[in-house]
Nanobody, 116 residues
Framework: QVQLVESGGGLVQAGGSLRLSCEASGNIFSISAMGWYCQVPGKQRELVARTLRLSGKINYADSAKGRFTASRNNNNMLFLQMDSLKPEDTAVYYC??????????WGQGTQVTVSS
């Protein structure tokens, strides 16, 4: 199994930046993809950015393109650099990891709040 722990959320003014980190532990070699998702109360969890392990390809939600940058190190860390933040980016951000069977594991989430 894989365990995920996020960090780096907080309160920031509009236009500011935050950097989220996700540390994976356990059977990290089973991970085929990792990603960042966000969720606000009453809505479904939505994709922010997702990386594929083998190809290194990164997919972004339209709302994240040009402002957010996802990256991974060679081992077990996933990052999300969030720039030019907007109040509508306010959400709980989750790190997720999937195995080859498409089963997803989630971290506990980290709150990002952007004030206007």
């Amino acid at each position: 199994q894989v365990q995920l722990v996020e960090s780096g959320g907080g309160l920031v003014q509009a236009g500011g930046s935050l950097r989220l980190s996700c540390e994976a532990s356990g059977n990290i070699f089973s991970i085929s993809a990792m990603g960042w998702y966000c969720q606000v109360p009453g809505k479904q969890r939505e994709l922010v950015a997702r990386t594929l392990r083998l190809s290194g390809k990164i997919n972004y939600a339209d709302s994240a393109k040009g402002r957010f940058t996802a990256s991974r190190n060679n081992n077990n860390m996933l990052f999300l650099q969030m720039d030019s933040l907007k109040p509508e980016d306010t959400a709980v951000y989750y790190c997720g990891a999937s195995d080859n069977g498409g089963s997803w594991t989630w971290g506990q989430g980290t709150q990002v709040t952007v004030s206007s």
